[in-house]
């Protein structure tokens, strides 16, 4: 007989087990995450080779006259504002689609054991404009912040990365998703910025990888690289998901009925408790662990 998935995460886990648990999700459910991704690699692959081969950019002949590169110019960034308006176009639809749906299907894994990709679809699709406008809000912020200095652009990226999750798991709003992001982060910087380099690590050398694999294949290799991509697209949502749900752990107070019955039983032995979330505190009026207020 083979156990069933523990269901939940009930306590905030370490860099090492949320990468663990990051790949656990991956391997139980890999077919629905690679069709997922590849799907929509291959579309934008197709979509930008079809691009290519319409939309003619023009070139300057060699030595050219002014009069040439004035008659070029206009043409040339004409073709280029087209194509690149059309492969902005196929990203902004399919991308957040996949990201949004694996979200959610690892969400489904971690709460009921079991996820369908048709569910977690329709509701990528039914928020789409939120995660449109997210990314608009998050982004601006986020560059802006770069432009200004590196560090502060870096800190609002690591206080927004949490941010997609919420706004998926929680359906709350664009700010409510950002201040709950910045909630969720909190006290948990410097472990948000190496767990997510760790991951862009990862992500760099198998992108190294898939291009070193599609470069040589010319117009095929845009479809080969989508195709390749979806191996590992899909660990970036998760760990999203999976880091979300350790820091929810963190944050929130076990109910009442976990508390340890040592926190009604052994008062006589000159012991107090917090009724909340079960801390040994001392003679203060406010648990030090959940903020509680004592009696």
């Known amino acids: 007989m083979t156990s069933q998935p523990e269901q939940g995460i009930k306590r905030?886990?370490?860099?090492?087990?949320?990468?663990?648990?990051?790949?656990?999700?991956?391997?139980?459910?890999?077919?629905?995450?690679?069709?997922?991704?590849?799907?929509?690699?291959?579309?934008?692959?197709?979509?930008?080779?079809?691009?290519?081969?319409a939309i003619v950019i023009p070139t300057l002949p060699a030595n050219p006259t002014p009069q040439q590169v004035?008659?070029?110019?206009?043409?040339?960034?004409?073709?280029?504002?087209?194509f690149v308006a059309v492969i902005f176009i196929v990203s902004v639809v399919f991308s957040p689609i996949a990201q949004a749906t694996a979200i959610k299907l690892a969400s489904e894994q971690i709460e009921k054991?079991?996820?369908?990709?048709?569910?977690?679809?329709?509701?990528?699709v039914s928020r789409l404009p939120w995660i449109?406008?997210?990314?608009?809000?998050?982004?601006?912020?986020?560059?802006?912040?770069?432009?200004?200095?590196?560090?502060?652009?870096?800190?609002?990226?690591?206080?927004?990365?949490?941010?997609?999750?919420?706004l998926l798991i929680e359906n709350k709003g664009v700010l409510e998703s950002m201040g709950r992001s910045r909630e969720l982060v909190s006290h948990r910087w410097l472990k948000t910025f190496a767990t997510f380099l760790v991951l862009g690590i990862v992500i760099i050398v198998a992108s190294?990888?898939?291009?070193?694999?599609?470069?040589p294949l010319g117009v095929a290799g845009l479809v080969v690289s989508g195709l390749l991509s979806a191996f590992y697209q899909p660990l970036t949502p998760i760990l999203l998901t999976v880091y979300y749900y350790s820091n929810l752990a963190r944050i929130t107070p076990p109910p009442t009925s976990q508390v340890?019955?040592?926190?009604l039983t052994t008062a006589q032995a000159g012991m107090k408790f917090c009724p909340t979330c079960g801390t040994q505190v001392s003679s203060a009026t406010i648990c030090f662990q959940c903020g509680a207020r004592l009696n």
């Open 260 to 263: 340890p019955t040592s926190a």
């Open 208 to 215: 190294a990888i898939v291009s070193a694999i599609s470069g």
């Open 70 to 82: 004035s008659n070029w110019f206009p043409s040339f960034f004409g073709a280029l504002v087209l």
């Open 12 to 53: 905030e886990l370490s860099l090492g087990e949320v990468l663990s648990k990051t790949f656990e999700l991956y391997r139980r459910d890999f077919t629905k995450y690679f069709v997922l991704f590849a799907v929509v690699g291959v579309i934008i692959g197709v979509f930008t080779t079809l691009a290519r081969q």
């Open 113 to 124: 054991g079991h996820a369908e990709i048709g569910t977690s679809v329709r509701l990528a």
């Open 132 to 166: 449109w406008a997210l990314s608009i809000v998050v982004g601006v912020i986020v560059i802006l912040g770069l432009i200004a200095l590196i560090v502060p652009g870096m800190i609002l990226a690591i206080m927004f990365s949490l941010a997609f999750p919420v």
